[in-house]
């Protein structure tokens, strides 16, 4: 079974400068998506970023990007110029591919990293 | 664009007592659709999905079902509802048939059981 790892229950960053959050997770397949979701005080899960296993690429959205090591099985996520809106929960999640039987799975969740911005 | 709508938002209920919690999705056709428990403190944990009506998969054994009467409609269910069941609940969604289906999820549901 697939497992996601989010070793950091809470970090702390001044506004406008940089933070990272670490995931690891385990899998045998070799076809697969992570993605990072953010749950303000709200509650609401949003999307925060995406990345294809299949892409040597890094993701990267605005302020928001990861760094993948597939061969470590890592995916960290990079703030830049942190935000007082940035303040949240930030989970890690994985999902099979469909080339790897995963054509409706859902997504498995680390525990996620509660993120402080200091002002 | 697609909109995704969760009621009620917030439900306090006996021990005891039934439980229907309603997803509905505007905009799309023929989503697959998924069912997440978010208990206090912790990561969301997967209850069911769905490809299609009538097409219930349930990943955990509990004292919940799912039900899909229409394309666009998830039900989540319960007969006698235990204080276990008390949580967030957060319908989500996701294109099919594509390689890369991203999940988008609702506003939640909050479920205390007393």
């Known amino acids: 079974a697939q497992t996601v790892t989010q070793s950091q229950p809470e970090m702390s960053v001044q506004e406008a400068e940089t933070v990272t959050l670490s995931c690891t997770y385990d899998?045998?397949?070799?076809?697969?998506?992570l993605f990072w979701y953010k749950q303000p005080p709200s509650r609401q899960m949003i999307l925060v970023i995406r990345?294809?296993?299949?892409?040597?690429q890094n993701a990267t959205e605005n302020r928001f990007s990861v760094n993948f090591q597939k061969a470590a099985k890592s995916f960290s996520l990079k703030i830049s110029d942190s935000q007082l809106g940035d303040a949240a929960m930030y989970f890690c999640?994985?999902?099979?591919?469909?080339?790897?039987?995963?054509?409706?799975?859902?997504?498995?969740f680390g525990k996620g990293t509660h993120l402080i911005i200091q002002p | 664009s697609q909109t995704i709508h969760q009621w009620p938002a917030t439900l306090v209920q006996p021990v005891g007592s039934p439980l229907s919690l309603e997803c509905t999705v505007e905009?799309?056709?023929?989503?697959?659709l998924y069912w997440y428990r978010q208990a206090a403190g912790r990561g969301l944990q997967l209850l069911f999905y769905?490809?299609?009506?009538?097409?219930i998969s349930s990943e955990v054994p509990q004292n919940l079902s799912a039900s899909r009467p229409q394309d666009r409609q998830f039900i989540l269910s319960s007969k006698k509802l235990l204080l276990s069941d008390s949580g967030f609940y957060l319908c989500?969604?996701?294109?099919?048939?594509?390689?890369?289906?991203?999940?988008?999820f609702g506003p939640g549901t909050r479920l205390l059981v007393l």
């Open positions: 990345q294809e296993a299949y892409k040597q």
């Open positions: 989500a969604w996701s294109v099919s048939l594509r390689l890369s289906e991203t999940q988008y």
């Open positions: 769905s490809v299609g009506i009538g097409q």
């Open positions: 899998t045998s397949e070799s076809d697969y998506y």
């Open positions: 905009g799309t056709s023929n989503p697959n």
């Open positions: 999640a994985y999902r099979r591919g469909l080339y790897s039987g995963g054509g409706a799975d859902g997504l498995t």
